[in-house]
Nanobody
Framework: VQLQASGGGLVQAGGSLRLSCKASGTIFRIASMAWYRRTPGKQRELVATISSDGTTNYSDSVKGRFTISRDNAMNTVYLQMNSLEPEDTGAYFC?????????????????WGQGTLVTVSS
């Protein structure tokens, strides 16, 4: 199983970006998916999560500006980022709690995509 993230780039403050992360491989079911970020001078931060039933949660720093969504048929999670601020600059990583069917057993594992860089200029 692999997660492929895309959509990062350079944007001015107040602008928008949409990140995508597609899971590929032999997948039985994707439980939860999430976006994390690592910003300059800070540890990794959980940005947003979405469960298999669509329940979402956001960090206080992005609540009201970012929206996480998922397309189960496409095994893809999105992060719509609006009203971007310079403090949002960093590397964004997608995460998936993904189940595989292995020899008749369901095996759940954590998977990470490669980071996609978001740069917000002031």
């Amino acid at each position: 199983v692999q997660l492929q993230a895309s959509g990062g780039g350079l944007v001015q403050a107040g602008g928008s970006l949409r990140l995508s992360c597609k899971a590929s491989g032999t997948i039985f079911r994707i439980a939860s998916m999430a976006w994390y970020r690592r910003t300059p001078g800070k540890q990794r931060e959980l940005v947003a999560t979405i469960s298999s039933d669509g329940t979402t949660n956001y960090s206080d720093s992005v609540k009201g500006r970012f929206t996480i969504s998922r397309d189960n048929a496409m095994n893809t999670v999105y992060l719509q980022m609006n009203s971007l601020e310079p403090e949002d600059t960093g590397a964004y990583f997608c995460y998936g709690d993904i189940e595989r069917l292995v020899f008749g057993r369901i095996l759940s594992s954590d998977y990470w995509g490669q980071g996609t860089l978001v740069t917000v200029s002031s």
